[in-house]
């Protein structure tokens, strides 16, 4: 659904900022406490605390969603990155808000249906909206999210070890084909990670493979992947047919996988902690290598023969 109005009275400049306010949070409902937790004064109020955690990602236009795209999926993919992250430090969400930056010839319909997405995906995931900012932009329709989370014991990047096991869940690539408007963000594998201290760090792969595993190897630390072991999806092959790469490729470098990857302390057990893993969850683990330490200037990754890893790029925002 293209998300401009083919009349002038059915589009967000016909109601005006305070009316569309109030359009607004009808479509969101129960998921926007009332106030002053929820929408009416300068700052939200906020009943419970906030949480540790504190992100923010954004939605934008012909970026991430297109006329293609049904309405309430792109409301919900703005909160699904953003639950992602919470997901990667193993934390629950609880709070957020929302700016949107809306040219005038916005359709009304169009963003009640955004909203109603949104607000739906709040539901299902226990995340409050408890308020926002409109403004008028030439460019967009454009949204921004910041979300609150809570971590007992947050899952950093950086704690990451020479000899800890790689792993990663589901599968990679292709995801525009559709996985990034359906993808379920993994928040209880996060807390099931963070609750296990045999976990040592995490990402979630927003980026692609090929650049995020990079993220967890700080200087004089390198990983070798079992490039065989990499678990691809349908859709990476699918896409591997149509651009002539190999489908490894673009399970390294689509991006858009919102999969956990993270390290496991080498001194334990994979098979136990891959036992305990298909005890909590159906949801697929992959163990993809081992970090090793690296000497200045060697190649951050090596196959498991011993050779650099080429492509891998990942998707690189702002590239010239
Ligand atoms: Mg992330």
Known sequence: ???????????????????LLEEIRSWLGDAMPPAPEGMGDDCAV???????????????????FDDTTDPARAGAKLLLRNLSDIAAMGGEPRYAVMSAFLPPATSLAWLERFCRGLAGCARQ?????VGGDITESAEGPGFSLAITGQAERPLLRSTAQPGDYLYVTGSLGGSLRGHHLTFVPRLAEGRWLADRPDTRACIDLT??????????????????????????SDAAREAATESGKPS???????????????????TADP??????????FATPLMRIGKLRARGKGGPPVLDTAGRPVENLTGYTHLRA
Do not use: I
């Open 271 to 280: 098979a136990a902690f891959e036992r305990a893993w298909r005890g909590a």
């Open 1 to 19: 659904m293209s998300p401009f109005a083919d009349s002038k009275d059915a589009c967000v400049a016909a109601l005006g900022e305070v009316a």
């Open 46 to 64: 906020l009943s419970r605390p906030a949480g540790n955690l504190f992100a923010a990602d954004s939605l934008l236009y012909t970026r991430h």
């Open 248 to 266: 490894f490729w673009h399970g390294c470098n689509d991006g858009e996988d919102y999969e956990l990857l993270f390290t496991v302390d080498g």
């Open 207 to 232: 980026d692609g493979l090929g650049k995020d595993l990079n993220a967890l190897l700080r200087e004089g630390l390198g990983a070798v992947l079992d490039t065989a072991a990499v678990p691809l």
């Open 125 to 129: 995931y226990a995340t409050a909206l």
